[in-house]
Nanobody, 128 residues
Framework: QVQLVESGGGLVQAGGSLRLSCAAS????????MGWFRQAPGKEREFVAA???????YYTESVKGRFTISGDNAKSTVYLQMNSLKAEDTAVYYC??????????????????????WGQGTQVTVSS
């Protein structure tokens, strides 16, 4: 089992940047597909980005070119660099880990049910 703890959220003005971190304990991160999701008030949790540790990453269309997911296995940490933030990026951001196959990244990364472990979330608020 792996425990995930997010950090780095906060309040930022539109156009600004934040870097979220997801620290993992209990297992080697390269055993998992790592993803970020977000949930805005009154909305369902939605996929943001994922990586499979094989130089493959996947993003939802609305964050392409603005967000970057990366990982440092030596630090057991996954990051989400968020630039050019918009008010509509306001949400609680969740880190997640899947024991699925790396080759399924593009087929299943956006599916919440594919992920086996979740963090508690970190709030990101973008003021316009």
């Amino acid at each position: 089992q792996v425990q995930l703890v997010e950090s780095g959220g906060g309040l930022v003005q539109a156009g600004g940047s934040l870097r979220l971190s997801c620290a993992a304990s209990g297992r080697t991160l390269t055993n998992y597909i790592m993803g970020w999701f977000r949930q805005a008030p009154g909305k369902e949790r939605e996929f943001v980005a994922a990586l499979n540790w094989s130089d493959s990453t996947y993003y939802t269309e609305s964050v392409k070119g603005r967000f970057t997911i990366s990982g440092d296995n030596a630090k057991s940490t996954v990051y989400l660099q968020m630039n050019s933030l918009k008010a509509e990026d306001t949400a609680v951001y969740y880190c997640a880990a899947s024991i699925g196959e790396r080759r399924d990244l593009y087929k299943r990364a956006w599916t919440r049910a594919w992920y086996d472990y979740w963090g508690q979330g970190t709030q990101v608020t973008v003021s316009s």
